[in-house]
T-cell receptor, first 114, second 114 residues
């Protein structure tokens, strides 16, 4: 089956620890995205990447880091510098040409930091 | 800067009645517009999009949306609502000059009562 996988589904960490969220896609999409979802605030873009070895900051990049070493993978690290990391994190991918710009989303990772 | 407004946090309709979920946007250049649906604790699923062509676009599960350039709107509609349509709906916009970056609205919770 083609799609996007995120792991784990639930993640618990102590304050002060860095944590890495996994995102893998087998859709052969060039672009990948990370969003944060908080109740009542919709989706906010953290980072996005349109090509391997290149990525751009989104609207709320502070306290987060990413890498894009392979087309299929776009891991997100939530660092201890992120002041309020508890949230639902969604990864997505899309094509970057033609008219198929819609994004395909993974099932999400719910991160709780205490 | 591009933006999306979903003016209603909540829409309630009775099963069998028509439904409308509103969306207005602001973007420089020609807009690419999308609707997504999110079921509880899941990722978003793509419903439909407007890129160019007919102003009325049809999508999954019987949903449709009308692009209105003069009113900068892209309202989601369905002629006859089902209880299973109850979910959180997001409108998103992307312009053709801001490569790769979409902006999402805050979401509208649709509740269809039997």
């Amino acid at each position: 089956d083609g799609g996007i996988t995120q792991s784990p589904k639930y993640l618990f960490r102590k304050e002060g620890q860095n944590v890495t969220l996994s995102c893998e896609q087998n859709l052969n999409h060039d672009a990948m995205y990370w969003y944060r979802q908080d109740p009542g605030q919709g989706l906010r873009l953290i980072y996005y990447s349109q090509i391997v070895n290149d990525f751009q900051k989104g609207d709320i990049a502070e306290g987060y880091s990413v890498s894009r070493e392979k087309k299929e993978s776009f891991p997100l690290t939530v660092t201890s510098a992120q002041k309020n990391p508890t949230a639902f994190y969604l990864c997505a991918s899309s094509m970057t040409s033609g008219s198929s710009y819609e994004q395909y989303f993974g099932p999400g990772t719910r991160l709780t930091v205490t | 800067a591009q933006s999306v407004a979903q003016p209603e946090d909540q829409v309630n309709v009775a099963e069998g009645n028509p439904l409308t979920v509103k969306c207005t946007y602001s973007v420089s250049g020609n807009p690419y517009l999308f609707w997504y649906v999110q079921y509880p604790n899941r990722g978003l699923q793509f419903l439909l999009k407007y890129i160019t062509g007919d102003n009325l676009v049809k999508g999954s599960y019987g949903f449709e949306a009308e692009f209105n350039k003069s009113q900068t709107s892209f309202h989601l509609k369905k002629p006859s609502a089902l209880v299973s349509d109850s979910a959180l709906y997001f409108c998103a916009v992307r312009d053709n000059t801001n490569a790769g970056k979409s902006t999402f609205g805050d979401g509208t919770t649709l509740t269809v009562k039997p």
